[in-house]
């Protein structure tokens, strides 16, 4: 941020540095570029002083030469003219006696990011390869690499023969060894050991990218890497079974070993003295959960929170205990989620108890008698994440209706913010035939609408109320009429009024109408398509595992306007196939329109697809995604297509390109037809 | 690849800055700054920057940060790095400006920043981690660390590193530890010192009826050398150690761990026979020995507490109620030792007003905190096998018989100087014979409650 007299400090700072007095004195000179420096840091511009700076830089001062090369380094791209001055400078550095002057001269030079630099650097560069001290060699591969961001088609070091790189980078021990390890014989004469941690990490990244000929070798890869699977380090470690799942994407089994061989590593990481660290491992080992989600059932003590850690570290733990309930662990999980939904933090709070009722859609019975307690307990925030979460849980569970309607009616508070009335007031509406005190507690609320604030509230009420009309009319009709009256002649909010008006008018239609229109199923069972996790392939872990995101990105699919048969073969005869993957599992054996209507619920359109057992089977299938549209073929049984016969391979074209999408598109489709499989066997 | 680093105050000031790969451009720090503070509480130590947000400048720019001595360390990427290199890095980063520069604060990052920019310059090139090792940068780095420790009548009264005493000739005063490590070459000169510290963190949850239900001891073994060549070092264990499940002996005696972990550098040929480490340790602090212990403690975990919670009604009329809480609380500690800086606290139910207490001594102290819905109570010391009890009287308008559900769970933080949980000790320390000059070594156990909980 500009500083206020940001002009006088500077004026006085190119005062005091071209003076001679200060300039005879070192002390005071060292000590007015280090207020330079501190200015530069603040977000002060203080590059006027450019020309001070370089004089400055001519000093057998060390730490003054590394201060001024770092203002240079900063300021070049702004002032490249002058910054020109300075190379000669730097460039009389570079031929210092001293290799920490020259390593520094050279480092700070390839710093400068000002278009034709390359020219004066090219030649220092090649002249600190042959240096005869390491620190400088390692200074100037590294430069090669500067050179090359800065301009990428020039070609270094022709001149340097094949034998004097292979010095250099096993010098180095850095990121080039491995790229020229996998390009040598195949020898893999990897020194890891005597790397230091980063070094390993990093050419564990590199390695990533290479593909082993044939399986023998990359078994030889993965038993010279199996000892840092253990790694102290948690980075090694992780990049070692990052690397592991890459390369044996093949192998189930070893990828599984690999992970298991892990889980001891990563869990240490959850317990780290640094939550940083700890938030780090929680995050993977819930991604290691998604494909092995029995790997740390037994560890569940080990994500019971500590009450001073941080609420981010808190959330991540509940999210991964409601993952790994199972029948031995769930009363004491149970036990510990109960325990925070007094926290003093709502949001805190308020996830327990929404932990507890993913937990009751497996154990219903325990978490049942638990969330009816903490109701005791009169707190606003706590009634309102009861009751939305019985909402959620009427709609994924039907069997516990009966329980939680029991509940509702014996509740006598009623939650003051307006997502949990509109969860309260749909309970009532939903199941208002099974709550005897239902009309009653709706009269509460249509008797006080005037100071209701939130119009999602009175919509909310509107369709609740019209429900319990259906089936209680004698108790409802006549708040329903004052409601209906209120909402159309003295509201403010057009949707409310909307609402409102169109139930009078189906109302006019007759109750029959109106019930066909307004009740629907009480609960979707094709709902598990968005909601049940499927276990995933330990293969589609390595794509997210390691990548820095909190949360892989949603994908949103949308239908958009349809396509016609013509265009949709136009764009798929004129477009290359960017994807292509076997999904490892054979067509669902569903009735054609089930398969049409489970892909619409996750906005897949379905073209066209050949009609029951012929073989080869083939469906066209297409969807928009962020400004892109995705067209893919299913194919099962043809005979040119190499791993079609068992299982469904599936072929994706886009237009305009966007992996992320495919990638999204990809993974969605597969579990709409994993879960269509499980249910039609 | 990191492309910048920079460490922020906790008020968002820029105490240092360094682009490494000029992808970005300096606003970022803002950016960050403002996505941090954003929302209240803690923020993830992971943070993406949305596509298109912030413009296409700054798209898919992660920053990855790390909170120590009450600043940011951040770094920012635009490639896909494990989380993992990044914030053991900025960690290592924090570790090795506090052993050059004594303590690690906003204070003495400001004094230190020229000091700081030439550790950056030498450990990070062009993005990629170059080293980290004080060995070999101690090589490169010129300037003189300001040490800001001010004199202070405070210091010297002031409870040791730990919470050791520094009256007891045995412990280490507690600043020796706490200075930076280059300025021996000063005029301070002459203190060849090398401290061992065994610590180990204790997380405990104990159920309703005093039932342990969950103790985990992560333990680790830290040198802290202040010789500026140190040749190997012998640090023998107890020899009864026992290392995992399947290796328990059948006497009681042994001390067991469940796993443990070493840093790459310690040469480990005799631990198997004698538990002896061998280690050359550099100048600075490291950790040379990570372990673990789960489930099972082998003493009786430190405090054990007898609450009993009761319902008073004043006056009925104006529904004028109050919670009387009595706790008793026992350390199990052997006598000898004591607990330090124990603190209590116990969530009170929503709405209480005002606490009476009736404690047992007079440099206790309660206090209720309506903020946090709790009520604190400290007791400096805690001699072993002692039993101290408190009764606190809480006033809540309106109390209904739910209410009594709000109180608990109670947790509790504390430290244990000499003392260690699993019973790991040093059973001796020695420098090899060709090491010259005098060295004072130092060997300090602590241990420290991460997580002590009691259910009522």
Redesign the interface.
């Known amino acids: 941020m500009p500083y206020l007299g940001s002009e006088e400090v500077v004026k006085e700072l190119r005062r005091a540095l071209s003076n001679p007095n200060v300039q005879a004195d070192r002390l005071r000179y060292k000590n007015y570029i280090t207020k330079v420096i501190r200015y530069m840091t603040q977000g002060l511009d203080v590059s006027a002083l450019f020309m001070d700076m370089v004089k400055a830089s001519a000093t057998v001062d060390i730490v003054q030469k590394k201060l001024v090369y770092l203002y240079m380094c900063t300021y070049a791209s702004d002032k490249p003219d002058l910054a020109l001055l300075a190379v000669n400078t730097l460039r009389k550095d570079c031929a210092d006696p001293n290799p920490m002057v020259r390593g520094l001269a050279l480092r700070n030079m390839c710093n400068f990011r000002m278009p034709g630099m390359t020219e004066y650097i090219e030649q220092p560069i090649v002249a600190g390869l042959r240096d005869k001290a390491s620190y400088v060699r390692r200074v100037a591969v590294l430069g090669c690499a500067k050179m090359h961001s800065l301009q990428p088609n020039t070609e270094i070091g022709r001149d340097i023969n094949e034998l004097e790189w292979c010095g250099l980078l096993v010098d180095l021990c850095d990121v080039f060894i491995s790229c020229l390890d996998s390009h040598s014989d195949g020898t893999h004469s990897l020194q890891m050991k005597d790397l230091d941690s980063w070094a390993q990490s990093e050419v564990l990244t590199f390695l990533l990218r290479y593909r082993p000929r044939s399986d023998d070798e990359l078994f030889d890869i993965l038993s010279l890497l199996d000892a840092f699977l253990l790694s102290s380090h948690a980075h090694v470690a992780v990049a070692t079974l990052r690397l592991f799942l890459h390369l044996a994407s093949a192998h189930p089994t070893v990828q599984a070993d690999a992970l298991l061989r892990t889980s001891a590593p990563l869990l240490a990481t959850c317990g780290a003295a640094s939550r940083e660290l700890r938030f780090a491992g929680l995050c993977h080992v819930q991604q290691v959960m998604r494909s092995q989600p029995g790997l740390f059932g037994t560890h569940y003590k080990r994500f019971f929170c500590g009450y001073s850690e941080p609420s981010y570290i808190k959330f991540r733990k509940m999210e991964i205990l409601v993952e790994l309930v199972n029948d031995e662990n769930v009363a004491l999980v149970l036990e510990e989620l109960r325990s925070y939904c007094t926290d003093v933090s709502p949001e805190l709070a308020q996830a327990a108890i929404a932990a507890i009722g993913r937990i009751a859609r497996t154990y219903s019975e325990k978490c049942l008698d638990i969330l009816t307690g903490l109701l005791g307990l009169k707190q606003d925030h706590i009634t309102s994440a009861v009751i939305q979460t019985f909402r959620d849980l009427v709609w994924f569970c039907p069997q516990s209706t009966a329980a939680v309607c029991q509940t509702v009616g014996a509740c006598v508070d009623s939650p003051q913010d307006s997502e949990g009335k509109q969860a309260l007031l749909w309970l009532l509406g939903e199941h208002g035939d099974q709550i005897s005190s239902a009309p009653y507690v709706m009269e509460g609320y249509i008797d006080g609408l005037k100071t209701e604030l939130s119009s999602a509230v009175k919509m909310e009420l509107l369709t609740a109320a019209v429900k319990m009309f259906l089936c209680r009319p004698a108790e409802t009709q006549d708040m329903l009429g004052r409601l209906l009256h209120y909402c159309i002649e003295e509201e403010s909010d057009v949707c409310v009024r909307d609402r409102a008006l169109l139930y009078y008018r189906l109302l006019q239609r007759g109750v029959e109408e109106t019930r066909k229109v307004v009740t629907g199923p009480k609960s979707d069972p094709s709902m598990s398509v968005l909601t049940g996790r499927q276990e995933e392939p330990i293969s589609d872990t390595d794509v997210t595992l390691s990548s820095p995101d909190d949360a892989e990105e949603e994908i949103s699919l949308s239908l958009g306007p349809p396509l016609s048969h013509e265009t949709f073969e136009k764009m798929w005869l004129d477009l290359e196939t960017l994807h292509r993957q076997t999904l490892g599992f054979p067509r669902p054996r569903a009735a054609p329109d089930t398969l049409q209507a489970a892909l619409q619920l996750v906005k897949i359109q379905t073209l066209a697809f050949t009609p029951g057992d012929t073989v080869p089977w083939k469906a066209y299938i297409y969807t928009r995604s962020t400004e892109t549209l995705i067209l893919a073929e299913l194919l099962q049984g043809d005979q040119q297509a190499p791993g079609s016969d068992e299982s469904l391979v599936v072929s994706v074209k886009q237009q305009p390109v966007n992996q992320h999408a495919i990638r999204g598109f990809v993974s969605v489709l597969k579990s709409v037809l994993q879960t269509l499989n499980v249910d039609t066997l | 690849m990191i492309s910048q680093i920079f460490i922020l105050s906790s008020k968002g ?7 490494f ?2 992808e970005e451009s ?1 606003d970022s720090i ?1 950016v960050f700054y403002e996505m941090v503070t954003a929302l209240s ?8 920057v949305n596509y298109g947000f912030w413009g296409d400048l700054m798209s898919g720019l ?1 920053f ?4 120590q001595g009450g600043l940011y360390w951040v770094a920012s ?1 635009k490639t ?12 290592r980063l924090a570790a090795l400006t506090k052993d050059y520069c004594g303590s690690l604060s906003e204070k003495s990052v400001r004094m230190n ?2 000091l700081i ?2 550790l950056l ?1 030498e450990m990070v ?2 993005g ?6 004080t060995d070999i940068l101690k ?2 780095i ?2 003189e660390a300001v040490s800001s420790k001010p004199f202070s009548l405070f210091d010297l009264s002031n409870v040791g590193l730990f919470g050791a005493e520094t009256q007891q000739s045995k412990v280490a005063p507690s600043v020796a530890a706490s200075r930076p490590i280059m300025s021996s070459r000063g005029e301070q000169g002459g203190k060849n010192e090398i401290f061992v510290d065994v610590i180990e ?1 204790l ?1 405990v ?1 104990i ?1 309703s009826k005093g039932v342990l ?2 103790a ?1 001891i ?1 333990g ?1 073994i830290r040198i802290k050398c202040f010789l500026p060549t140190c040749s190997e070092m012998r640090i023998g264990l107890n020899e009864e150690l026992s290392i995992g499940k399947s290796q328990l002996k059948g006497y009681s005696s042994a001390v067991r761990v469940d ?1 443990c ?4 550098a310690v040469k480990l040929d005799e631990f198997d026979t004698f538990r002896i480490l061998k280690v050359c340790p550099s100048q600075g602090e490291q950790t040379v020995m ?1 372990y ?1 212990l ?2 099972e403690l082998p003493c009786a975990p430190p405090f054990q507490l007898f609450p009993s919670v009761e319902k008073d009604y004043v006056n009925r009329s104006v529904n004028l109620s109050m919670v009387l809480i009595f706790l008793k609380l026992r350390c199990d500690l052997p006598p000898k030792s004591t607990a330090l800086n124990v603190s209590i ?1 116990v ?1 009170v139910p ?1 709405g209480s007003t005002s606490m009476s207490q009736e404690l047992s001594s007079p440099d206790q102290t309660a206090e209720l905190q309506p903020k ?3 009520l604190l109570w400290e007791i400096p010391r805690f001699p072993g096998g002692a039993q101290l009890s408190a009764l606190f009287k809480v006033d809540v308008p309106g109390l ?1 018989s ?2 009594l ?2 109180v ?2 109670v ?1 509790m ?1 504390f430290e244990l100087p000499k003392q260690t949980c699993t019973g790991l000790q040093i059973r001796f320390l020695r420098l090899s014979p060709t090491q010259t000059g005098l060295s004072q070594r130092w060997v300090r156990y602590v241990t420290h409650s ?2 002590y ?1 009691i ?1 009522i």
């Open positions: 000031d820029h105490l240092i800055y360094k682009d790969r000029g300096k803002s509480g803690d923020q993830p130590p992971v943070v993406m992660h990855i940060h790390v909170r990427t896909n790095p494990s989380p993992f290199t990044i914030i053991e890095f900025l960690n920043f020229a920019y030439e310059d090139d062009f990629y981690i170059q080293t980290t090792s090589n490169f010129q300037t963190r997380s949850v159920g239900m969950k985990d992560q680790e796993e972990r070493f840093h790459q990570q673990q789960c489930d606290t969530p929503k946090n819905k709790a209904s739910a209410s559900l709000e608990g769970p947790s933080s991460d997580s909980t259910r």
